[in-house]
């Protein structure tokens, strides 16, 4: 049961992955376009000339602005859509395009109960005695406020469909209609009912949202601290996302009203307010939620990358340098922290527990301290220029990032060095195994042009062991059919910084650079497949 529930969490964290994808180019448009177009930074600046009303250079930021929120504002069909692709099994596109379909169709219905009921009147808007913000605009769709959690109910439940009726033969009369052609009728038909559903039970769970919501917003920093631990312990197992994404996108992070429209989840609202000629201060509360990963991402782990150096053996020291420098400077540029934090997680798993307090404390240090930096995918440099030294201080208090950052280089530089040295911890340059920096693998004696993809079908027991290829931000993850095949020694030697397996899911770590493997690797299955050696 425990490694079924695993394999489940693992598919729909790396289904949240598609869409969460599309957000740091929404974030990156809406930044600039937003940023550049307001008026109090080009009076300041005096760029009027460059910038002002009027200018091509004014218009294009403007369209730009309007393209990144179109995104968030959208989300909801994004996330339905992504979510479907993840989960289905086989023929994504149709479970794509049944999950568009089944979208529109639960919200049309949804609409016409609320019509029907009184709730909203001819022209689409609320009736008077509706409660503010429970209904909303969808695509032009007036219904209740469901946010992702619409679009996660809609592609969880049409890939469950897909998956289930995707192969079904019907009677040769109806045959056209057979296969993957009846998902969508299928969806059709069940979502118009989910839609009545929804109308009787969505304000029932919508108030268990508001209630968890205010639990967590009232519980101050302590709530911050729980929330960074809880995450960072995730990364092993890769069910983060999972984790967050309640806050980041639903009222579960907290609401507030922006121009007169009730803006739902952590992330939503630092966005709203970035799009927002109002605003004069970002949400430090709603940023609780993220500040504190520009405190260790750019400057905790790179002190923690620092200590294993200098820890390591005079002789390794060269092999392990280049390892970690691009580890480090994955996590500064990008915030994307699994390989360094593979590099120690198995070989010293007490390092990673004080990582975990670390990062934890940097979350509740960040909100002490009322930063309120937003992020699209995480805190790196390239977020922390966007939404913290282009918003101004004023409105972000981003400069005190600084001498925070620099408490936490010293604190995990200087608590890593002592414990590797106290315990005697075997992190990366102090292992004896001759093997442990290597990572290249030699070409097929049988000249295969894709040696590491050879090299991972064989480390996950061959051809016939592997059930399903997909990938997050940083891991190849897999579904083998038999795990006692899989070979953790032949999968390291591709370059893998860490390897989790529960089950028949198998999690192999390979940082930025998985999705050109994953490709790589389908590639190789498929003339596999059709010439099998």
């Known amino acids: 049961m425990k490694d079924q ?48 009303d009027g200018t091509l250079l004014h218009i294009l930021l403007v369209i730009m602005n309007k393209v990144g929120s179109a995104i968030f504002d959208n989300l909801p069909l994004i996330f339905a859509v992504g979510v479907a692709i993840g989960m289905a099994k086989r023929e994504k596109e149709t479970a794509a395009l049944s999950a568009m379909i089944a979208f529109f169709v639960m919200n049309v219905s949804i609409s016409g109960v609320l019509e029907i009921t009184g709730k909203i009147l001819e022209d689409g808007s609320p009736a008077p005695d509706v409660l503010s913000g429970t209904i909303t605009s969808v695509c032009g769709i007036s219904t209740l406020q469901m946010g992702v959690f619409g679009g996660i109910l809609v592609g969880l439940g049409v890939a469950a469909l897909h998956n289930r009726f995707g192969k079904i033969s019907l009677p040769s009369a109806l045959s056209f209609f057979g296969g993957s052609r009846f998902v969508p009728i299928l969806s059709t038909v069940v979502y118009l009912f989910v839609g009545i559903l929804m109308y009787f039970i969505w304000p029932v769970i919508q108030n268990g949202i508001y209630a968890l919501g205010g639990l967590v917003t009232s519980s101050g920093y302590a709530g911050t601290f729980l929330f960074g631990i809880i995450k960072r312990a995730l990364i092993p197992f890769g069910l983060h996302h999972v984790f967050y994404l309640p806050f980041w996108q639903t009222a579960v992070g907290g609401t507030m009203t922006i121009d007169g429209h009730l803006i739902q989840g952590a992330q939503n609202i630092i966005f709203a307010q970035l799009a927002s000629p109002n605003t004069t201060r970002f949400s430090a509360d709603a940023a609780r939620f993220f500040s504190g990963e520009f405190i260790f991402m750019i400057f905790g782990l790179p002190g923690a990358a620092l200590a294993i150096y200098r820890q390591a053996k005079p002789e390794k020291k060269k092999a392990v340098g280049g390892l970690l420098f691009s580890a480090a400077l994955t996590s500064i540029l990008t915030g994307i922290t699994e390989p360094l934090e593979f590099s120690f997680l198995f070989a010293a798993p007490m390092l990673f527990g004080i990582h975990v307090i670390l990062a934890a404390s940097a979350y509740m240090a960040a909100h002490i301290l009322g930063i309120a930096v937003g992020l699209t995918f995480s805190g790196g440099l390239l977020d922390l220029f966007l939404f913290g030294i282009l918003q101004g201080n004023a409105k972000t208090n981003w400069l005190l990032i600084l001498p925070a950052g620099a408490v936490y280089f010293l604190l995990y530089y200087g608590l890593f060095s002592v414990l590797i040295r106290s315990f005697r911890l075997k992190t990366p340059g102090r292992l004896d195994d001759p093997s442990e920096s290597e990572s290249a693998v030699s070409a097929p004696s049988d000249g295969c042009s894709d040696p590491v993809s050879a090299a991972i079908v064989q480390g996950l027991g061959g051809f016939q062991n592997i059930s399903d290829v997909d990938c997050c931000a940083t891991r190849l993850r897999i579904t083998v059919h038999d795990p006692a095949k899989v070979r953790e020694d032949l999968l390291r030697r591709t370059g893998a910084r860490g390897i989790v397996q529960s089950g028949q899911g198998v999690q192999v770590v390979y940082g930025p650079k998985v999705d050109v493997i994953k490709s790589n690797l389908e590639d190789y299955l498929a003339k596999t497949e059709k010439s099998p050696p």
């Open 5 to 52: 529930i695993f394999s489940v969490l693992q598919r729909m964290g790396r289904s949240f992955m598609l869409p969460i994808a599309v957000l740091p180019a929404a974030g990156i448009l809406l930044g600039i376009g937003s940023s550049l177009t307001n008026e109090a930074m080009i009076k300041t600046y005096h760029l009027g000339a460059i910038l002002g």
